[in-house]
């Protein structure tokens, strides 16, 4: 529906226009990027912090594999974590449980990072719609000059469907039998690629590790 609205005052009208920006930002954007959205920290576990961490990426490609566990390897080298990517001691494939004990007790890890992909799911929200101001000139047949009208228009809201993209990171102390420590799930909204994925939750996980006192200072 449209409503022509002279521009006898200027003031109403960059009001209406601020508006109608801020109308745009808020409804025209989808959520975005990823967020730490579940987190478990065992409250009995030991207070001593991990100084020696196999990095653990369950991917089928060899690939991106390797790149999941460089990647956090390289963030907890930068605080003061001897990381080492799986890949190093199993390059064909990633290893099970039992070869996973028998490397922590050859090379003296206390502690294990896994990293695997949950299934991906989508979620539905409500862009509501807004109402913008177009500018509309109108020449004068007696004066030859021209007005300037304002024309409301109005855009209807409508559904949007995001892709949510979910991983879990689970960190296991070596001590005695082996205990889960901390687990975190991770949710990233209609990402581009799998590497901004996994940038994105070595920069959320590996701090977080780091404040809940799980790895070393």
């Not at 730490?36 to 576990?45: E, F, I, Q």
């Not at 889960?180 to 990233?188: R, Y």
């Not at 939750?201 to 590996?206: A, E, G, N, P, S």
């Amino acid at each position: 529906m449209h409503s022509p609205v002279r521009s006898g005052s200027h003031r109403r009208g960059a009001l209406l226009l601020a508006g109608c920006a801020l109308a745009v930002i808020l409804g025209g954007c989808s959520g975005s990027g990823t967020q730490l959205v579940n987190m478990w920290r065992d409250p009995t576990a030991p207070a001593t912090p991990i100084h020696r961490m196999l990095v653990l990426a369950v991917r089928k490609d060899p690939v991106n594999r390797r790149i999941w566990e460089d990647s956090f390897v390289a963030a907890l080298a930068k605080r003061g974590v001897e990381a080492t990517p799986s890949y190093r001691l199993f390059p064909d494939a990633v290893p099970d449980t039992d070869a996973v004990v028998v490397a922590v007790r050859e090379h003296g890890f206390d502690g294990v990072l896994v990293t695997h992909r949950l299934p991906t799911t989508t979620q539905q929200s409500y862009v509501p719609g807004y109402t913008r101001l177009d500018p509309v000139w109108v020449r004068s047949r007696w004066y030859g000059t021209y007005h300037t009208y304002w024309q409301e228009v109005h855009e209807p809201g409508y559904v949007e469907t995001d892709r949510v993209v979910r991983n879990q990171v689970d960190v296991w102390d070596t001590a005695g039998d082996g205990r889960l420590v901390w687990s975190g799930t991770t949710e990233s909204i209609n990402p581009s690629s799998g590497a901004e994925v996994n940038a994105a939750i070595t920069k959320l996980i590996v701090p977080e590790l780091l404040a809940q006192g799980v790895i070393a200072r």
